[in-house]
Nanobody
Framework: QVTVVESGGGLVQAGGSLRLSCAASGNIFSINAMSWYRQAPGKERELVAT???????NYADFVKGRFTISRTDARNTVFLQMNSLKPDDTAVYYCNAEYYIDSYSRSFSWGQGTQVTVSS
């Protein structure tokens, strides 16, 4: 059993900043990648940023230059620093952990989500 827990959401004015945190724990042999997704009302869930075990980072075009993903040395905790927030960034932000439970079995788990609301 693996648990993924996000924190750090809230209400902020446009132009402000928030920092989200996500921790994965449980039956994890190794982390393969951790990602942030978001889902706005009436829209599909979309990828925001990913950091792989090797440290490769990818961002969606709509957050490049504004959001930064980082992690702890243990690789099971990731952060999303969100600057210059816009009302369009309003969404529930979800953390996804992709991991191995042994040397060859890969799985993934989602967190429960954290609400980010940006007022204009």
């Amino acid at each position: 059993q693996v648990t993924v827990v996000e924190s750090g959401g809230g209400l902020v004015q446009a132009g402000g900043s928030l920092r989200l945190s996500c921790a994965a724990s449980g039956n994890i042999f190794s982390i393969n990648a951790m990602s942030w997704y978001r889902q706005a009302p009436g829209k599909e869930r979309e990828l925001v940023a990913t950091i792989t075990a090797g440290g490769n980072i990818n961002y969606a075009d709509f957050v490049k230059g504004r959001f930064t993903i980082s992690r702890t040395d243990a690789r099971n905790t990731v952060f999303l620093q969100m600057n210059s927030l816009k009302p369009d960034d309003t969404a529930v932000y979800y953390c996804n952990a992709e991991y191995y439970i042994d040397s060859y079995s890969r799985s993934f788990s989602w967190g429960q989500g954290t609400q980010v609301t940006v007022s204009s």
